[in-house]
């Protein structure tokens, strides 16, 4: 894998950054505790890049997901995603997750069935759990067979999770309490 470069961008829930090979999207790292860890851990996920100003269709990339974060009704769905370090299997739950539409979900579960392979959910949530693209690849929007939400491998864990599928209408906003 050649990566062509990196580049970080404000969305409405922190600081993200983007990956990029010649053959598409390879990376996509949601807000870490700063921009500064954010940038670490890109660079360091992607070997040899260097941080630069994204080309067109990156940049296009990243103001649709920015757009998604303010409440856009985008899948993503055509974004080209560099998948070629990633195994078989991994590669077909992504797939499978990426027909998840904005301010829906879909179980663990359902994607092992949707794939044959009933009784594969933790499979599933274990590939999930090694995304490089979420977002693109909507992690997010899985949730247990009861509609819970269990471990979210990015910072903030679940409370991220909320978040973004909040922003998506999936979750109605918080209420506030009195206490």
Known sequence: MTTAGFAL?????????????EAGIV????????????????AGR????????PPPAVQRVIDRIRALFDGAADDLADVELDLSGVPDFHRDV?????????GTTLSYGAIATEL??????????????????????????VLAADGSMHGFSANGGVATKRRMLQAEGALPADEPTLF
């Not at 961008?9 to 950054?17: H, M, S």
């Not at 990376?27 to 890109?42: C, F, G, K, M, Y």
């Not at 044959?116 to 929007?141: D, F, K, W």
């Open 46 to 53: 992607l070997a040899g890049s260097r941080e630069q100003q």
């Open 27 to 42: 990376d996509v790292n949601l807000p870490e505790a700063s921009p500064e860890i954010t940038r670490r851990r890109i």
């Open 94 to 102: 992504y797939r499978v997750t990426r027909g998840i539409r904005p």
């Open 116 to 141: 044959r392979l009933p009784g594969a959910a933790r499979a599933v949530g274990r590939a999930l759990g090694h995304n490089p693209c979420p977002i693109i690849v909507p992690c997010h929007r």
């Open 9 to 21: 961008f404000d969305t409405a829930i922190g600081c993200c950054a983007l990956g990029w090979t």
